[in-house]
Nanobody, 127 residues
Framework: QVQLVESGGGSVKSGGSLRLSCAAS????????MAWFRQAPGKEREGVAA???????SYADSVKGRFIISPDNAENSMYLQMNSLKPEDTAMYYC?????????????????????WGQGTQVTVSS
């Protein structure tokens, strides 16, 4: 049974940092595409960052240069390092996985490309 469990969310001030973790079980995460999505109240779920099994990454324009997605294959986990956080980064953050997610060499950031989801971890950034 595939499970994804997020952790590391919390409340920080603008300019601060957080590192989210996603622990995978029931499959080998290094063989899968994995991604982070977020959803703020009243808004649609949006892709933040994705990582495919070849190590290719993609980022939403709003987080480029601030967030870094990385794998920890030894721990069957994935991380999202979030730096220079802004109030508009406030959202529930979800980890997601799929066997394939790459289109023309770029991991996709569309929710319907992924079929395994975690329960989410809340990130709140205050000004």
């Amino acid at each position: 049974q595939v499970q994804l469990v997020e952790s590391g969310g919390g409340s920080v001030k603008s300019g601060g940092s957080l590192r989210l973790s996603c622990a995978a079980s029931g499959y080998t995460s290094s063989n899968y595409c994995m991604a982070w999505f977020r959803q703020a109240p009243g808004k649609e779920r949006e892709g933040v960052a994705a990582l495919d099994d070849d190590g290719r990454t993609s980022y939403a324009d709003s987080v480029k240069g601030r967030f870094i997605i990385s794998p920890d294959n030894a721990e069957n986990s994935m991380y999202l390092q979030m730096n220079s956080l802004k109030p508009e980064d406030t959202a529930m953050y979800y980890c997601a996985a799929a066997l394939y997610c790459t289109d023309r060499g770029t991991p996709l950031l569309t929710p319907n490309s992924f079929y395994y989801w975690g329960q989410g971890t809340q990130v709140t950034v205050s000004s």
